[in-house]
T-cell receptor, first 112, second 115 residues
């Protein structure tokens, strides 16, 4: 079945460092791809999405490009801030009920 | 954006008791709600899909008699863990949305600990 694999954390960076969180997927068909973020004590929020190959999703300085040839959707940010500390989930729209299929999540901690 | 609430945010109960978790869409109507379960350092795993006015659709391996889901209105779905046991301890998350996937909104989750 469809699945998502993302790099295990935790990831600890200093403020203004470059961030990459790797995400690869396996899927039949052509799913949409998502990054969700969960700040401490809050629900998951959609960070960005891409619906077809070569699409780039972007939001709040984060970017991810839908790469069909490498089945990847890596999350990047050029300069992280302390406020970016959260858990990041990669997901795809592959569920039989219209649900999302998630990776395990990657915890990011940004130190001042 | 739209807000989904869950109540309680955490609960501790004795083995054998039942626990009800509520999921509410506060400012929109949700025809479909999803219930996920998350173990430490694991993915969110779909447990069931709750559709307003009809029976829930359970994923393979999820006991429908143990995890009772009711979606009686367009703003409320409830998950009742019946006769809870320590292995049911987990983080339960609901999401609510309409027809488009990018309009799924997630609740903050409920931490259940069964002693």
């Amino acid at each position: 079945g469809d699945s998502v694999t993302q790099m295990e954390g935790p990831v600890t960076l200093s403020e203004e460092a470059f961030l990459t969180i790797n995400c690869t997927y396996t899927a039949t068909g052509y799913p949409s791809l998502f990054w969700y973020v969960q700040y401490p004590g809050e629900g998951l929020q959609l960070l960005l999405k891409a619906t077809k190959a070569d699409d780039k999703g972007s939001n709040k300085g984060f970017e991810a490009t839908y790469r069909k040839e490498t089945t990847s959707f890596h999350l990047e940010k050029g300069s992280v801030q302390v406020s970016d500390s959260a858990v990041y989930f990669c997901a795809l729209s592959g569920g039989s009920q219209g649900n999302l299929i998630f990776g395990k999540g990657t915890k990011l901690s940004v130190k001042p | 954006g739209a807000v989904v609430s869950q109540h309680p945010s955490w609960v501790i109960c004795k083995s054998g008791t039942s626990v009800k978790i509520e999921c509410r869409s506060l400012d929109f109507q949700a025809t479909t709600m999803f219930w996920y379960r998350q173990f430490p350092k694991q993915s969110l795993m779909l447990m069931a899909t709750s559709n307003e006015g009809s029976k829930a659709t359970y994923e393979q391996g999820v006991e429908k008699d143990k995890f009772l889901i009711n979606h009686a209105s367009l703003t409320l779905s409830t998950l009742t863990v019946t006769s809870a046991h320590p292995e049911d301890s987990s983080f339960y998350i609901c999401s609510a949305g309409g027809g488009s996937l990018d309009t799924q909104y997630f609740g903050p989750g409920t931490r259940l600990t069964v002693l």
